[in-house]
């Protein structure tokens, strides 16, 4: 797989430009802040409809335009297909898929897949628990594009049980203040009838999500233990792990003592188990959800557990070992992605001024048996001498002032 040709209009820095890539290695050289980022951004956003630098659409498009374009020809097994993304504030995006409108924009996820390493990976280590979150579950969606639809249920039927719980709480803690007990003031499910109903669809998509996110960790971890040993001169491994809202719920409980703080006992469970277990967590936390107006059980709660031997990765590795786990999560990722049988475009922003020599040899030497790689640097020195040496099969583009030049 990988991109033939992409086309921006309105695109961030960028009024119009057209580019022509090639398989294997294509290098974008140039000093920050003239728009190679942007670029890469770009080819980012078709393989997974959001960006790795910002959360809302708004900042993507152009200042002074209404919209934006992003154009893109991609090559997968011999096909030509080409996926087109409207950009719209304030209104629903659209797409195509060969000059053919889609009925919404994640019909086109699965076309592009990429894996993209950038210096705000680092996030994945020290920050908080939704980049880790949402490094899993966009994971998912690459991996498996359904998961897209999956991910938007749940958020939706979230949205919506959020909203009940806090209009209700209102009420309960109306009724607490003027002097009565939990019990006489906690409204049933005959009181919110929709409640229930709620309930059924969070515990419906989130079990589904749940049980992507656990398969995914599983099928990770020995790529991960891998990809960091290889980057790493700590003797400590690296460990994935899960924290879970849902058996941290249970566990205040005395029927579902059986559920241990990991996700070692989740893992057997298949979704039905894990839909009757969001429904009981959900059962068990009741009262304290009606008192802050919020759902306090389901994926969104939960955090992917980074370990360097028995201790955090947060708050105990050094800068160069967080570089390292980021690293090898996004090494995992594409490695994990090739094994069956996907060849992801590997997109490397402006990430080799911040490793050391060891580390730059070794992600070149990974980068070239990509089908295809995008790869920034302001100056070419901090590019692998394996990545510079293809000038007969590769290309090089100069980026300044917005203007993007093929050298060859």
Not at 40 to 52: F, K, P, Q, R
Not at 209 to 228: M, Q, T
Request: aromatic residues 6%; contains cysteine; glycine residues 8%.
């Amino acid at each position: 797989m990988y991109v033939q040709a992409l086309a921006l209009r309105d695109f961030r820095s960028y009024a119009c430009v057209d580019l022509e890539l090639v398989p294997g290695v294509n290098l974008f050289v140039g000093p920050n802040g003239h728009g190679k980022t942007n670029l890469m951004e770009a080819v980012g956003y078709i393989a997974t409809l959001s960006s790795h630098r910002v959360s809302s659409d708004i900042p993507l498009v152009r200042r002074g335009a209404s919209s934006a374009i992003v154009r893109c020809t991609v090559i997968s097994e011999q096909r030509e297909l080409l996926v087109e993304l409207e950009l719209v504030p304030g209104k629903a995006n659209r797409a195509r898929l060969n000059h053919s409108p889609v009925a919404r924009p994640r019909a086109v996820l699965g076309a592009l897949r990429s894996v993209l390493f950038a210096p705000e990976d680092l996030a994945l280590i020290r920050g908080d628990p939704a980049e880790r979150r949402r490094f899993i579950d966009d994971f998912l969606v690459t991996r498996s594009p359904r998961f897209a639809g999956v991910r938007a249920d749940y958020d939706r039927a979230l949205k919506q049980r959020n909203a009940l719980l806090k209009s209700a709480g209102i009420r309960y803690r109306s009724g607490r203040r003027r002097g009565g007990n939990s019990t006489e003031n906690e409204p049933n499910f005959a009181d919110l009838p929709t409640l229930e109903v709620w309930n059924v669809h969070v515990a419906r998509h989130g079990a589904e999500l749940l049980a992507g996110r656990l398969a995914a960790i599983h099928d990770l971890s020995p790529y991960v233990e891998k990809a960091y040993h290889a980057v790493s001169e700590s003797a400590a491994g690296a460990r994935l792990g899960y924290s879970s809202s849902l058996t941290q719920a249970l566990s205040k409980g005395t029927s579902c003592d059986s559920l241990n703080d990991d996700q070692t006992s989740l893992l057997s469970a298949d979704k039905d188990v894990l839909r009757s277990q969001l429904l009981a967590g959900l059962a068990q936390v009741r009262s304290a959800e009606l008192e802050r107006g919020t759902t306090l059980v389901g994926p969104h709660r939960d955090d992917l557990i980074l370990r360097l031997g028995e201790l955090p990765a947060k708050g105990y590795a050094s800068h160069g070992e967080s570089w390292s786990y980021a690293l090898a999560l996004r090494l995992a990722c594409f490695e994990l992605l090739r094994a069956e049988g996907s060849e992801p475009v590997l997109i490397l922003d402006d990430v080799f001024s911040e490793l050391d020599n060891q580390r730059r040899k070794l992600l070149g030497d990974v980068a070239i048996k990509a089908s295809q790689v995008l790869i920034t640097a302001a100056v070419a020195e901090d590019i692998p001498s394996s990545l510079l040496q293809v000038r007969d099969t590769g290309a090089r583009f100069d980026v300044a002032d917005g203007v993007v030049r093929r050298v060859y």
